[in-house]
């Protein structure tokens, strides 16, 4: 909604109808930002948001949530990356993104992976089967990992013919520094009155998806 048309940031607190009593803007800046993967780890709440039009990977701590936040590093430098998620599998730090570079006219259709032995690191280690994944239909990612039932899965969307089209679930069969395997197994499409949808998270026993509406004609 701003005029310049940059993304920002912010929160929106329910009450248990779930409906909107509190909303606030928490990181806007003078490039886009978005998708924020905000996690919990040692007792303290961090953002990675997709700040890919500054050419760095950031990572943000809050100091009051969810109001306060405040710049801690950039993991990464010269580089685009876009819609950032985390695992610790393995005893590793894996992060794996979408990618913009030069030669590239499409960065749905590409996924790529690194680790680190520290969440908080500045060296980030390329996988060796980059781009780990090659298919427009479920390489950008779409969410948070999940566990359910022992097993681990991968949260992407579907944008085989434009941004957005639907959720896609991806479960894991592989992940270690020499290889990359996931399967699709499941898929969530808009509801009646939506043309598409492109996110998925789960906590506790909320899980939040965003729809996009059909514009009125």
């Avoid at 950008?140 to 990992?145: A, I, L």
Wanted: hydrophobic share 35%; proline share 3%.
């Amino acid at each position: 909604l701003k005029k310049d048309g940059l993304g920002k940031i912010a929160f929106v607190a329910l009450n248990p109808q779930l409906e909107i009593i509190n909303k606030h803007d928490i990181l806007d800046t003078n490039y886009h930002v978005s998708f924020p993967n905000v996690f919990l780890k040692d007792g303290n709440y961090y953002m990675i948001p997709e700040s890919s039009q500054n050419n760095t990977l950031q990572l943000y701590k809050c100091t009051q949530f969810p109001f306060k936040w405040e710049f801690q590093m950039n993991s990464m430098e010269n580089i685009k990356l876009l819609d950032v998620v985390w695992i610790y599998h393995d005893n590793l730090y894996w992060i794996f993104a979408n990618k913009i570079e030069n030669f590239e006219h499409d960065n749905n259709e590409k996924l790529y992976l690194y680790y680190s032995n520290d969440l908080f690191s500045k060296n980030w280690q390329p996988h060796i089967k980059n781009p780990i994944v090659t298919n427009a239909s479920l390489a950008r990612n779409g969410g948070n990992f999940y566990h359910e039932n022992g097993k681990l899965y991968r949260v992407s969307q579907n944008c085989m013919d434009g941004y957005g089209q639907n959720v896609v679930i991806n479960e894991v069969k592989v992940l270690n520094r020499n290889n990359y395997a996931e399967e699709k197994v499941d898929a969530v499409f808009p509801v009646n009155g939506y043309v598409g949808c492109h996110t998925l998270n789960n906590h506790e026993n909320v899980s939040v998806l965003d729809f996009l509406q059909k514009e009125k004609i």
